[in-house]
Structures are given as C-alpha cells and as structure tokens.
T-cell receptor, first 115, second 114 residues
Framework: AQTVTQSQPEMSVQEAETVTLSCTYDTSESNYYLFWYKQPPSRQMILVIRQEAYKQQNATENRFSVNFQKAAKSFSLKISDSQLGDTAMYFCAFMKQGGSEKLVFGKGMKLTVNP | NAGVTQTPKFQVLKTGQSMTLQCAQDMNHNSMYWYRQDPGMGLRLIYYSASEGTTDKGEVPNGYNVSRLNKREFSLRLESAAPSQTSVYFC?????????????FGAGTRLSVL
C-alpha cells in the first residue's frame, strides 16, 4: 500500500517571500503520478500542480514548482512570490498508474501568508 | 461549465437516520469517487466507480453504499447514520489526459450526525 507523509502540519510566510512545502511518499510502484492540491477556506479542492514519475524534469505552473526526487521519494512544492490568496490547506497526493487510479492523500499542511 | 455538483452542501442527521448524498458531473468522465475528510486525516477514499455499472470499495467503506446510476451520477448512501460519520464528503470525477488522470472535485457536503 502507498503512503504519503506531510511532516509539517503548519507553516507561515510573509507576502512576496518564497516557501517550500515538503512531502514524502512510500511505494513499490514504478509508474505513478504525484499531485499537490490546494484547499482554501471555501473548502474547494483545487489542483495546483502534477508530476509524472517517469519525467525527470520538475513540473512548473507559474509561481508554483516542484522538486521531485524519485530515489528519495520526495516531492516538495515551492511557492514563489507568495500571495495572500495562497493561504490554504495544501495536500500532497499519490496516484498509481493503471487500475482504479485513485488518489492517496497526505494529512495536509496549513499555510498562512501574512501581509 | 458546472463540473462536479454535490447536493446538499450541509446536512444534520440524528443517529440512525438515513440519507443519500448526490453527485453529478457534466464532463463525460468515466470514473467517479467518494472521499471523506476528517480533521487531521486528509481525504480518504470511501468508494469509487471506474465506469458506469461498476463500483468498488476504497479505504473506509463500512457504513456506506453507493450507486452509479448512470455515467453522470454517483450517489453515496448512509443507511443508519452514526456520529463517527460526521465529516466532510467530497465527490470527484476523473478523465485521462496526456499526463495521467486528473481528478476534479465537487464543493463538498458537510454532514453532522448527532
């Protein structure tokens, strides 16, 4: 079974600064995908970024980028130029390729961006 | 573009009552999922449906039943609600893209069982 661990329950950062959220996972699978989802106070789950395990290049989406270390089973999210609207819960998630392709989530991390 | 629609948004039940949470998607997705979110636990999969007419158990299926009514709709039923089922429930649907399956979520249903 796969597990996803987010060891930092809570972080805060000043507006315009950079912050990195950590995530590690455990799997024996070779083919899989990794995701970061954001959940603002509205409760909506919003996809931030995704990474295919077979790709060595780290994914980027505007101010969001990941550091994917496959051998270390690490998948951290870097948020640059933090904005007040980035305040949310952030969830790291794992999906095995093939079969049901269901998501396995970490417990989440609360990020607060301060003005 | 509605995406994934869940009803109701909020519900309060008494122990032993039954209810059905409704979910519908308009994106022509084959796969649909039900998750529950508890404080400090992240989201956990209750049931999923890989295609119309099929359903399978997830990590925490006890106390729940599901129905994949058609390709658009996937309902979750609590036959006899218990306080342990107090949670926020999310429905999701997914499609296969060039980068693997992406799941799109509804806005959630907050359920309290007294």
């Amino acid at each position: 079974a796969q597990t996803v661990t987010q060891s930092q329950p809570e972080m805060s950062v000043q507006e315009a600064e950079t912050v990195t959220l950590s995530c590690t996972y455990d799997t024996s699978e070779s083919n899989y995908y990794l995701f970061w989802y954001k959940q603002p106070p509205s409760r909506q789950m919003i996809l931030v970024i995704r990474q295919e395990a077979y790709k060595q290049q780290n994914a980027t989406e505007n101010r969001f980028s990941v550091n994917f270390q496959k051998a270390a089973k690490s998948f951290s999210l870097k948020i640059s130029d933090s904005q007040l609207g980035d305040t949310a819960m952030y969830f790291c998630a794992f999906m095995k390729q093939g079969g049901s392709e269901k998501l396995v989530f970490g417990k989440g991390m609360k990020l607060t961006v301060n003005p | 573009n509605a995406g994934v629609t869940q009803t109701p948004k909020f519900q309060v039940l008494k122990t032993g009552q039954s209810m059905t949470l409704q979910c519908a998607q308009d994106m022509n997705h084959n796969s649909m999922y039900w998750y529950r979110q508890d404080p400090g636990m992240g989201l956990r999969l209750i049931y999923y449906s890989a295609s119309e007419g099929t359903t399978d158990k997830g990590e925490v299926p006890n106390g729940y039943n599901v129905s994949r009514l058609n390709k658009r709709e996937f309902s979750l039923r609590l036959e006899s609600a218990a306080p342990s089922q107090t949670s926020v429930y999310f429905c999701a649907s997914s499609t296969k893209s060039t980068s693997g399956r992406i799941q799109y979520f509804g806005a959630g249903t907050r359920l309290s069982v007294l």
